[in-house]
């Protein structure tokens, strides 16, 4: 177990006016300091109680009548020595006790400081660390659920399986090199592959859950693209049910992307405006139609708008795409049912007068139900994870398309790959590593 030298402290609330606030403390010296703070008895102190406690300054003054916790090591949050006191919200409050902390030799935490020696002392594992960060960052309900697996050991404990095929793939390719019976070689190389494939099916499917991992944590990029003047802003606005974006009957008002987040039925999702695709020796016009290019290839759903009043344009192709024909409130019956027979699959709407609206976002909550419910155990929560998983297939992958026979071949690359679990799971990871994990965290987590 390691044990931090210095004691830290940091707000774990955020900064302002609140019922309450708290400040955590860590170390070795943490218990000593809650006792100079409060001038209680260490016989009074008891692991994991809450005690009522008044917390004073270098002259005695109060500075706060408070709650106290103080966690015994090795059964903390970090592993070590740890107290919360929690103050009343008050900014002032706040300030005055973390100068008397800075007076008392307890230094400011950096960020993530508290998980990170959460990490180094084995309390968590990188995987569990990475999704307190995510836990701590998700916008709806189901990615506050997935964090919460992954950060009490679900997809640690999946990816540790996956890890054992490699194991025993080793170990049968060790025990036949030693054992150096060729007679053998082609029932081991057989089950060896059995092993892989199961390995690679498993990576790939964790591949495949990063962007339900987005869409989860961090909300559903909903793109609306089209021609100038099919009423993509007007729908924008129609979304958000308020003005966000400026509406003329001139082609080409949004330069632009305009975005804005909403709840949808438990989902966060956030719509964006963008400048109509066209042809135009308009400089700033180009620039917004890049801009444009660029937000459909980083969609999660694309809503791609027609004008039913004009001729039919060209459709966006993307796997995720919703296919819009606006401006139904100009057509006649008859018009509009042979628009429907020649155009199945596509939503019919007028974003001006609301007609049909309700039905689109059926379709969008639709949409990320279907892309989010494949992967509704584990997903990845780092692009670090994503890099390292990407490592072990590509040192995998080749072996079975190649159908390698070589059996010292076989079990270097299968060592590789294991080497790369345990640099994703961090029991042998870099600090410039470790380093760009935790520097994403709050100082107080």
Do not use: W
């Not at 180094?120 to 189901?142: F, H, P, R, W, Y």
């Not at 060209?314 to 057509?331: A, V, Y």
């Not at 639709?366 to 998983?389: H, M, P, W, Y």
Request: charged share 25%.
């Amino acid at each position: 177990m390691l044990t931090t030298k210095e004691t830290f402290f940091a707000l774990s609330t955020p900064m302002g006016r609140s019922a309450t606030a708290t400040i955590r403390i860590n170390g070795e010296k943490a218990l000593d300091t809650l006792l100079q703070l409060s001038k209680k008895k260490k016989k009074d102190i008891k692991h994991a109680k809450n005690l009522l406690v008044n917390i004073y300054n270098k002259n005695n003054d109060l500075i706060d009548n408070s709650i106290s916790t103080y966690y015994k090591k090795p059964k903390s949050y970090t592993g070590e020595d740890l107290v919360e006191i929690h103050t009343h919200g008050n900014p002032t409050i706040i300030n005055t006790l973390s100068k008397k902390l800075l007076e008392m030799g307890v230094r400011p935490a950096e960020p993530g400081e508290f998980t990170k020696t959460a990490y180094l002392n084995g309390k968590i594992d990188l995987v569990q660390a990475e999704s307190v960060l995510l836990l701590i960052n998700s916008t709806s309900a189901s990615g506050v659920s997935l964090s919460l697996n992954s950060v009490s050991g679900f997809a640690t404990n999946e990816l540790q399986n996956t890890k054992n095929f490699l194991v025993s793939a080793l170990a049968l390719l060790e025990y036949e090199l030693d054992i150096s019976e060729t007679e053998n070689q082609k029932t081991t190389t057989a089950e060896v592959y059995k092993k892989l494939k199961k390995t690679i099916k498993n990576v790939n499917h964790y591949l495949s859950s990063g962007q339900t991992a987005k869409i989860l944590t961090s909300g559903a990029r909903v793109v609306i693209c089209g021609e100038p003047n099919t009423g993509k802003s007007t729908l924008f606005n129609t979304l958000l049910k308020h003005e966000r974006a400026i509406v003329t009957a001139v082609p080409g008002t949004t330069r632009d992307t305009i975005e804005e987040g909403l709840i949808l039925n438990k989902n966060n999702v956030v719509f964006v405006d963008t400048a109509g695709i066209r042809k135009t020796k308009n400089l700033v016009e180009q620039k917004g139609i890049e801009r444009t290019k660029n937000e459909i290839k980083n969609a999660d759903i694309v809503l791609s708008l027609f004008n039913s009043v004009s001729k039919q344009n060209k459709t966006i192709n993307n796997k995720n795409t919703i296919h819009i024909l606006n401006k139904i409130d100009l057509l006649d019956s008859d018009l509009l049912k042979t628009l429907k027979d020649k155009n199945p699959g596509f939503v019919f709407i007028s974003a001006k007068e609301k007609q049909g609206v309700s039905n689109l976002l059926l379709k969008i909550e639709g949409l990320i139900f279907q892309i989010t419910a494949k992967n509704n155990n584990l997903f990845l929560t780092s692009k670090r994870q994503e890099n390292v998983l990407l490592q072990i297939q590509s040192e995998l992958k080749p072996l079975i398309t190649n159908k390698e026979k070589n059996l010292e071949l076989l079990a270097h690359h299968i060592k590789v790959a294991i080497g790369y679990f345990d640099n994703l799971l961090g029991k042998t990871t870099s600090d410039d590593v470790l380093d760009s994990v935790f520097s994403g965290f709050c100082v107080g987590k």
